[in-house]
Nanobody, 122 residues
Framework: QVQLVESGGGLVQAGGSLRLSCAAS????????MGWYRQAPGKQRELVAV???????NYADSVKGRFTISRDNAKNTVYLQMDSLKPEDTAVYYC????????????????WGQGTQVTVSS
């Protein structure tokens, strides 16, 4: 069994910062891509940022220059540093990790965190 636990959401004023964390635990052989998604009320879930095992990063255009994704492979943890937050960043943020539970798996299965609310007031 694999479990992802998120932390770090909350309420912040526009222009402020928050840092999200997502730690995986359980039967883990290795982790490929790690990412963050978000879903605002009435909208579809969208990709925010993704980081490969080798450290390559991609961001949604809406967060480039403001958000930074990073990972600690020794801790099976992915982070999202969010700076210069805007009211339109308000959403539930979900982490995603593509986890190989055995060495026989080529790419791994997708696991999701429980979601954490980020609210940015104007």
């Amino acid at each position: 069994q694999v479990q992802l636990v998120e932390s770090g959401g909350g309420l912040v004023q526009a222009g402020g910062s928050l840092r999200l964390s997502c730690a995986a635990s359980g039967s883990i052989f290795s982790i490929n891509d790690m990412g963050w998604y978000r879903q605002a009320p009435g909208k579809q879930r969208e990709l925010v940022a993704v980081i490969t095992r080798g450290g390559d990063r991609n961001y949604a255009d809406s967060v480039k220059g403001r958000f930074t994704i990073s990972r600690d492979n020794a801790k099976n943890t992915v982070y999202l540093q969010m700076d210069s937050l805007k009211p339109e960043d308000t959403a539930v943020y979900y982490c995603n990790q593509r986890i190989r539970t055995t060495y026989t798996m080529l790419t791994g299965d997708d696991y999701w965190g429980q979601g954490t609310q980020v609210t940015v007031s104007s």
